[in-house]
C-alpha cells in the first residue's frame, strides 16, 4: 500500500542524442512507500527510468511535466544538488557487482568510502558501521569479509555488499535494476528476503526493475508493464494473472509452467497500435 509520495513522474521522455526514436516516451508514474515493480522486455526503457531519476545520463535529453522526489525538482536540479541526492536519499542497486565493485579496492574500504561521502565521521566509527551493515544483509564473518577483494567473493556475496553499501546511508529511495539476475534460485531468494525485510523495517520505497513476472508477483506492491518506451499498463502485483493489455497477457503466456501442457509456448504478436497508446496511470 502507498502510504505517502515520494516520487512523482509525468509525462518523462528520453531520447539518447543521435537516436531517432525516443528510448521512453510519455512514462507517468507516483512512487510511495512501497515496492513497486517495472517489468518488460530488453530495450523497453526500465533502467533508463532508472539513471533518469538519478540524472545518470549525460547522452541523453530528458524532458517531463513532472518528475518530483521529496521537496526536490530533479529535472531542474543542478550537479551539486543531485550529488546531495545520490546515495544519500536515492540510491541504485546495479545488476551485476563483479562490474559495480572497484577490483584493486578492498569490499570493505568501498562502502566505507560511500558512506564517508555523505556523512563525517572518523575511519574508525565508519568501519564499525559497515561491518555492522554487512551482517545486516546476512553475511557471516563480516569482519573477514570487510578486507577481501571483489573477486575473493561469490556473485551472492557480492551482491549483499552492493545492498549494504546502497542502503547504509538510509535512503528514501532505492533503485534495484536487475539486483539477482547473476544469481541462482536459493542465493536470489536469500537476497529477496534481505532486501524486503530492509525495505519494510527501514520504511523506504523501491523500484525493483526486472525481466521477471514471478518474481515481481510475489515481491512487489504494485507493476508497471513497459513496452517500447510506454508503460502500457500499471496494476496491482497480484492482480498480474487478470492484466488486460495484450502485450501483458502475451509475456505471462510466454512463460514455461511446472506441470503445464507440454507444446511450444506461444509467440508474442505485436499490434502497432501499442506504441500510440498504453494505460500508463499511477
Not at 115 to 133: G, I, N, P
Not at 139 to 152: F, K, S, T
Amino acid at each position: 500500500m502507498q502510504t505517502d509520495t515520494l516520487l512523482e513522474v509525468s509525462d518523462l521522455s528520453i531520447r539518447y542524442r543521435g537516436t531517432a526514436v525516443p528510448a521512453v516516451r510519455n512514462a507517468s508514474f507516483t512512487l510511495g512507500r512501497e515496492r513497486l515493480g517495472i517489468v518488460g522486455e530488453s530495450g523497453s526503457g526500465k533502467s533508463t527510468i532508472g539513471r533518469a531519476l538519478l540524472k545518470l545520463l549525460p547522452t541523453a535529453d530528458l524532458t517531463a511535466r513532472t518528475m518530483r522526489f521529496g521537496g526536490t525538482d530533479l529535472l531542474n536540479a543542478s550537479e551539486r544538488d543531485m550529488l546531495k541526492i545520490r546515495g544519500a536519499r536515492m540510491s541504485m542497486i546495479l545488476q551485476d557487482p563483479k562490474f559495480s565493485l572497484n577490483p584493486i579496492q578492498r569490499c570493505g574500504a568501498q562502502v566505507a568510502e560511500a558512506y564517508r561521502r555523505h556523512f563525517r565521521c572518523s575511519a574508525r566509527e565508519a568501519r564499525q558501521r559497515v561491518v555492522d551493515m554487512l551482517a545486516a544483509v546476512q553475511i557471516r564473518e563480516p569482519e573477514r569479509v570487510y578486507n577481501l577483494y571483489p573477486h575473493e567473493v561469490s556473485g551472492g556475496m557480492g551482491q549483499r555488499i552492493m545492498i549494504a553499501m546502497m542502503l547504509l546511508t538510509n535512503p528514501d529511495l532505492v533503485i534495484a535494476d536487475e539486483p539477482t539476475s547473476a544469481l541462482d534460485v536459493t542465493v536470489r531468494l536469500q537476497v529477496l528476503e534481505i532486501l524486503d525485510r530492509l525495505v519494510r523495517e527501514k520504511g523506504i520505497g523501491l523500484i525493483m526493475i526486472s525481466h521477471d513476472l514471478n518474481l515481481v508477483r510475489n515481491f512487489c506492491d504494485r507493476v508497471l508493464i513497459m513496452y517500447a518506451g510506454r508503460i502500457v499498463e500499471t496494476l496491482a502485483a497480484g492482480d498480474l494473472d487478470r492484466a488486460e493489455h495484450p502485450y501483458t497477457r502475451g509475456l505471462l503466456a510466454a512463460q514455461p509452467r511446472i506441470g503445464g501442457p507440454r507444446q511450444p509456448l506461444p509467440v508474442l504478436k505485436r499490434d502497432k497500435s501499442w506504441l500510440e497508446a498504453g494505460k500508463a496511470s499511477a
